[in-house]
């Protein structure tokens, strides 16, 4: 048995989204995140509900692999979701969501935490910069504003 100290990065981004938590909160689910994310498109879902739940599992592709995705709290009347992404022999991360009231929008606490499994993941780790992670974070605040506000996909080369 090895056991190591973690090599990890956390980081958390507080988002104002233009819309009530209500409104928001369905639309952190893997099904939904397409009408507003450019190129999210995962490969499977398995899903009771058709949509984001708790043990909902699906698959997506990253450019390091596939990555499994396991959604192990969906709280709707807490608006809080947090899932698990594993990256096989690259990286873990734990993805948490809170939505909280903000006058007639709302704040999303959006913390990512990645931890290595091996070098691929730490070249990955060191890269997960406060700087990287608040310009993605910035992205994504972007395209679901504009969504919230006009119902349409904002193309990726419109996001910064």
Excluded at 46 to 72: H, M, N, P
Excluded at 99 to 106: A, F, H, Q, T
Aim: with cysteine; net charge negative; hydrophobic share 40%.
């Amino acid at each position: 048995m090895h056991i190591t100290k973690p090599n990890r990065a956390t980081h958390t981004y507080r988002q104002t989204l233009h819309a009530a938590p209500e409104k928001v909160f369905p639309l952190l689910c893997p099904v939904r995140e397409t009408e507003w994310a450019d190129g999210w498109l995962p490969e499977l879902v398995i899903s009771s509900s058709g949509v984001a739940e708790r043990d909902c599992v699906f698959i997506t592709q990253d450019k390091l692999g596939t990555a499994i995705w396991y959604v192990t709290r969906h709280e709707p009347a807490r608006w809080f979701v947090e899932m698990l992404k594993i990256l096989p022999g690259v990286t873990t991360c734990r993805l948490e969501i809170q939505l909280s009231e903000n006058g007639d929008g709302c704040f999303a606490d959006v913390s990512y935490s990645h931890t290595s499994m091996g070098p691929a993941g730490d070249e990955f780790v060191a890269t997960f910069t406060a700087d990287y992670y608040q310009k993605s974070m910035q992205t994504w605040e972007k395209a679901l504003n504009h969504y919230l506000m006009t119902g349409r996909l904002l193309p990726d080369d419109h996001a910064v």
